[in-house]
């Protein structure tokens, strides 16, 4: 009986390894990696660049404000943020930072006093929503008169002009001249107490006839705001004797309304500040009544309507 033969040896095969790696798909996608860094900048250059659309492209000047800017303000008051703000004609509406950097550019503008939103809205719509400061005095200093808000805060002075003058209330008695550029307050609490007293007063200054809020001669710019006395000066040159700023909770010291309304019963009941035989020094300080004393001439002259002649600066 013959010996079987043993199994012939099989022939080597490819290495498993090779054999993958040569494959057409692998090879493809091996040269595409090794060009991917002189090829990717072009690809990307052949992609749509969105942020340069119409559609996500606003110009500054089209940015709408709520509300909308007032009177007051100059008229090309985006074109001063936008200034100072050094940003650019054209914003891309697709810029993550912009509603970041456009609050920041209208906070520092002097005119507002709060950036309350930005929205950036699709399709090229963004919207500012603003707290502007309000002009509510005068103060004047031996080169002129600078407007300020209710705060005190400087407000820019080349934004007024003559016209202003018949519009404001003036506070007088002011020694100090402001510490810093507009934007910034005035840096003396008797500009703070009369800036409280003419924003309380609004547009009743002049049906009331009044001509100034007066801060006296020997006040202080560090005494306390609530410890200011502040006066007030009518058109006829009598002198009213306010107190503390409204709001004030000083013991015994009668409420802002109960002084405005002790004004308006000696109007009804007079017809002016200066009738019968006036000015007088008028006290409207006191609980139980008002008391009035004539002024000598010297001291009506002092009391004076104010000069308002003189440009603002």
Avoid at 57 to 73: G, S, T
Avoid at 113 to 120: F, G, L
Wanted: hydrophobic share 40%.
């Amino acid at each position: 009986m013959s010996k079987p033969n043993p199994a012939a040896p099989e022939a080597p095969a490819a290495p498993a390894l090779t054999q993958r790696i040569f494959r057409p798909r692998v090879l493809i996608a091996a040269a595409a990696i090794a060009l991917l860094p002189v090829l990717g900048p072009w690809i990307i250059d052949q992609l749509p660049k969105l942020h340069e659309r119409a559609e996500y492209q606003l110009p500054f000047r089209q940015i709408q404000l709520e509300p909308p800017v007032p009177a007051a303000l100059p008229a090309d008051f985006l074109e001063q943020v936008r200034h100072r703000g050094q940003l650019p004609e054209e914003l891309s509406l697709l810029d993550d930072t912009l509603p970041s950097r456009l609050a920041t550019a209208f906070a520092a503008h002097p005119w507002v006093a709060e950036v309350v939103s930005v929205r950036n809205v699709y399709p090229a719509l963004v919207t500012v929503e603003l707290k502007y400061r309000r002009p509510v005095a005068l103060v004047q200093v031996p080169d002129g008169f600078y407007a300020i808000d209710e705060q005190s805060v400087l407000l820019p002075p080349n934004d007024f002009d003559e016209e202003d003058l018949q519009r404001y209330i003036v506070v007088t008695g002011i020694a100090t001249r402001p510490r810093g550029a507009a934007g910034r307050a005035w840096g003396d609490n008797g500009v703070v107490a009369a800036a409280q007293l003419a924003y309380f007063i609004g547009l009743r200054w002049k049906p009331l006839g009044l001509a100034s809020i007066t801060l006296p001669q020997h006040a202080s710019p560090e005494t306390p705001i609530d410890d200011q006395l502040l006066e007030l000066t009518t058109t006829g040159a009598s002198r009213i004797l306010w107190g503390r700023v409204p709001g004030t909770r000083h013991p015994g010291e009668l409420t802002a309304e109960q002084k405005l309304g002790r004004l308006e019963k000696y109007l009804a009941e007079f017809g002016g500040f200066d009738r019968p035989q006036g000015p007088y020094e008028i006290d409207i300080r006191h609980w139980q009544e008002i008391s009035r004393k004539p002024l000598s001439s010297d001291e009506a002259f002092r009391h004076t309507a104010t000069n308002r002649t003189t440009s603002p600066q």
